[in-house]
Structures are given as C-alpha cells and as structure tokens.
C-alpha cells in the first residue's frame, strides 16, 4: 500500500525543514546542515568528539 501525501503536505514540509535549518545557522555557534528530499542532514564524520556539544545545544535550543 502506497502512501498518499498531498501538495499541501509536501509544502509544510518543506517550510518546517526551511526554518528548522535556518534556526540551526542562528544557534551560538552556527550549524550548518545538508537538506535532501525535505530531510536535514549532518555529516557527523565532520565532528571532532569535543564538538558534539555544539549540536547537542543547537538542536535543544530549536526544540524549546
């Protein structure tokens, strides 16, 4: 059974992954994340161990 998703969906979609992405580049220290297919993305290959704390931060600071 396929999944139907409606224009209306896609667009809401796509306007949350928009300001989901645009919070993160405000955030203290600036996340700068990949977008694909109305999915954020991050490379955590790109992260020293020490700099995973900034994403930690990011992502709670977006969640409040």
């Known amino acids: 059974e396929q999944d ?3 224009v209306q969906d ?3 979609a796509k ?3 928009a300001v989901t992405e645009a919070k993160l580049r405000e ?3 600036p996340l700068i994340v990949r977008v694909d297919e109305n999915e954020i993305l991050l490379d955590l ?3 020293a161990e020490e700099e995973f ?5 990011a992502l709670r ?3 409040d």
């Open 61 to 63: 600071m977006i969640s």
């Open 4 to 6: 139907n998703v409606s």
């Open 15 to 17: 306007t949350v992954v």
């Open 53 to 57: 704390v900034f994403v930690i931060n």
């Open 27 to 29: 955030a203290p220290v």
């Open 45 to 47: 290959r790109t992260l």
């Open 10 to 12: 896609y667009d809401a």
